[in-house]
């Protein structure tokens, strides 16, 4: 059981920096975990934005790499999004998603592997 907590999002302009924060509070066993970021813009599908798994391994989007960072303190399982250069395409709700054993720690297929969500935090970038 995994419960997930967003917050940092916010409304900034073209350029502009952000940084979204994920706490998370998991019962049993903590190992194995991979965490994302996934985010869904209106009248689109959810895409995955960054991951990162217990191993440190990280995957990003195309559309972010170089101007996202997600990490993690694994102490604690909070996870993080630095995000810069920020561009209105951007603009979305961002999810938190966490779960363990995932055949694959990937930012493809809008998350569906992921059992595991937070409530969102809006992102707006104008």
């Known amino acids: 059981q995994v419960q997930l907590v967003e917050s940092g999002g916010g409304s900034v302009q073209t350029g502009g920096s952000l940084r979204l924060s994920c706490a998370a509070t998991?019962?049993?066993?903590?190992?194995?975990?991979?965490m994302g970021w996934f985010r869904q813009a209106p009248e689109k599908a959810r895409e995955g934005v960054a991951v990162?798994?217990?191993?440190?391994?990280?995957r990003y989007a195309d559309s972010v790499k170089g101007r996202f960072t997600i990490s993690k303190d694994s102490t604690n399982f909070t996870l993080w999004l630095q995000m810069a250069s920020l561009k209105p395409e951007d603009t979305a709700m961002y999810y938190c998603?966490?779960?363990?054993?995932?055949?694959?720690?990937?930012?493809?297929?809008?998350?569906?592997?992921?059992?595991?969500w937070g409530q969102g935090t809006q992102v707006t970038v104008s």
């Open positions: 990162i798994h217990d191993d440190g391994t990280t």
């Open positions: 998603a966490a779960d363990r054993g995932l055949l694959r720690c990937s930012v493809d297929g809008g998350g569906v592997e992921f059992g595991y």
């Open positions: 998991v019962y049993g066993t903590k190992s194995d975990y991979c």
